[in-house]
C-alpha cells in the first residue's frame, strides 16, 4: 500500500475538498483514507498503485490546479498506532 499526498491549489472552502475527495474516488476506486484540506492546499489517500499522470489529469479536469504528488510506503497500525 502506498499513502499519496498530492498538492493542489485553487481549493478554497469545504466543497472544494469535497470536489477533490470525489474526483480520488473515482479516479482510484480502491483509494482508502481519502481526506483534502483547503488550509493546506494537500490532498491524500491510501491506495495499491498510482499513476500520477492519471491524477494530475483528473485534478486538472476538474478545475484545481496540480502542483505535485509524493507517494510512500503505508504501514497499517494497530490499535492507538501501539502495535503493528
Known amino acids: 500500500m502506498l499513502k499519496t499526498t498530492v498538492k493542489i491549489d485553487g481549493m478554497m472552502c469545504g466543497m472544494c475538498e469535497?470536489?477533490?475527495k470525489d474526483v480520488?474516488?473515482?479516479?482510484?476506486p480502491d483509494a482508502k483514507k481519502?481526506?483534502?484540506s483547503h488550509a493546506k492546499g494537500e490532498a491524500s489517500f491510501v491506495?495499491?498503485?498510482?499513476d500520477e499522470a492519471l491524477l494530475k489529469t483528473a485534478i486538472t479536469d476538474t478545475g484545481y490546479t496540480f502542483v505535485s504528488a509524493d507517494s510512500?510506503?503505508?504501514e497499517k497500525k494497530g490499535l492507538f498506532g501501539l502495535f503493528k
Open 34 to 36: 481519502v481526506s483534502a
Open 18 to 20: 469535497a470536489h477533490i
Open 24 to 28: 480520488i474516488r473515482k479516479t482510484f
Open 47 to 50: 491506495s495499491e498503485k498510482v
Open 72 to 74: 510512500a510506503p503505508y
